[in-house]
């Protein structure tokens, strides 16, 4: 079946810190790849998101390739903030399947 | 632009009870579904549905029950509820089940402590 694997974290970094938050998925066919973030007290927001091979997704600094031959999808950001802390959830979706979601990464961000 | 709208926010029962979450989209998608959120258990499909009169079975659908009669809302109902139904539940939903691209919406989510 199709699944998502993703570091549990927590993960804690200071501030301006490189962040990595790395997944890697299992799929029949050929999946869209998603990076969903959660803040606090919040339903889960898309982040941005890759359709096929080589693909890079972007959005708030933050930037996932899709990298088929690996079969991941890692998401980095070169300066976090306080305010990128949250929980980031890495997923696909495969046609006429349900959504698959990894167990999510805790990110806290020190001032 | 509404979205996803969950309600109660908030909600308290005793053992036994049981009470219904609401859930109502206005972006028109076929695709609806329940999950539940606990700690360290990340999500789980309850249950979901591919459109006005179609249900079926998640992951953890035991104690849950739904329907959806129209497009924009599927409500979950909670039987008789237990302490191990204490959890924070979002609804969501999407144009299609899967899809190339096809971005799946969340609510602010329902936070249930059964007592």
């Known amino acids: 079946g199709n699944s998502v694997t993703q570091m549990e974290g927590p993960v804690t970094l200071s501030e301006e810190a490189f962040l990595t938050i790395n997944c890697t998925y299992t799929?029949?066919?050929?999946?869209?790849l998603f990076w969903y973030v959660q803040y606090p007290g919040e339903g889960l927001q898309l982040l941005l998101k890759?359709?096929?091979?080589?693909d890079k997704g972007s959005n708030k600094g933050f930037e996932a390739t899709y990298r088929k031959e690996t079969t991941s999808f890692h998401l980095e950001k070169g300066s976090v903030q306080v305010s990128d802390s949250a929980v980031y959830f890495c997923a696909l979706t495969v046609p006429g399947q349900n959504f698959v979601f990894g167990p999510g990464t805790r990110l806290s961000v020190l001032p | 632009n509404a979205g996803v709208t969950q309600t109660p926010k908030f909600q308290v029962l005793k053992t036994g009870q049981s009470m219904t979450l609401q859930c109502a989209q206005d972006m028109n998608h076929e695709y609806m579904s329940w999950y539940r959120q606990d700690p360290g258990m990340g999500l789980r499909l309850i249950h979901y549905s591919v459109g006005a009169g179609i249900t079926d079975q998640g992951e953890v659908p035991n104690g849950y029950n739904v329907s959806r009669s129209t497009t924009e809302d599927f409500p979950l109902r909670l039987l008789s509820a237990a302490p191990s139904q204490t959890s924070v539940y979002f609804c969501a939903s999407s144009y299609s089940r899967g899809g190339s691209g096809n971005t799946i919406y969340f609510g602010e989510g329902s936070w249930l402590t059964v007592v």
């Open positions: 890759a359709t096929k091979a080589d």
């Open positions: 799929a029949t066919g050929y999946p869209s």
